[in-house]
């Protein structure tokens, strides 16, 4: 380390450990959990008053997302209140929306990490506002284990395409998502 001129604080050092925790997540030797303290932040958030508040909490859910199906499709509701000029009324569909995402988060799948010598497979999918994906990869058991999900919603555009290039852009979205994983 002295070679590069790279220097270690043995206080913050971990040897031997099981997993690690790391910026919301927890690294083990071949999955990846999302750190239940960020978890029971999400769970236990109130409902939003107004729009700050909202966009606070679907900040912090955001970055969980990848533990989620279908995520930006739960979400859409709740996006929908943080558009420009859309006046603040939370609805019945708003706190099934928000009730939802959080139970999908508590539900959180523990994520594979990805093994470069066995094969990936992708799965995805487009309804009429948002396309998801999940990257999956056979463990030495044969399960197929889920590496990550995403999700997005269409541009106003998009909305408009055919089902079947809806099918191919999802495609698209899920090999350029997983590009760097692979």
Known sequence: MHISKLNGNL???????????FLGYFIGKRDLRADPATVKAI????????????????GLANYLHKYSANYTEMARPLSNLLKKDTPWCWEAGHDEAFQDVKESLLRAPILALPDPDR????????????????????????????????????????????????????????????????
């Open 43 to 58: 769970v236990e958030w109130p409902v939003p008053k107004n729009q700050k508040d909202l966009r606070k909490w679907l």
């Open 11 to 21: 206080d913050k050092c971990v040897f031997g450990a099981e997993e690690i925790p």
């Open 119 to 182: 094969p990936f497979s992708v799965v995805c999918d487009a309804s009429d506002f948002a396309i998801g994906c999940a990257l999956l990869q056979a463990d030495a058991d044969g399960r197929e284990r889920v590496i990550a999900f995403e999700s997005r919603q269409f541009k106003a555009a998009e909305k408009n395409y055919p089902v079947h290039d809806k099918e191919q852009l999802a495609m698209k979205y899920a090999l350029v998502k997983s590009r760097y994983t692979c």
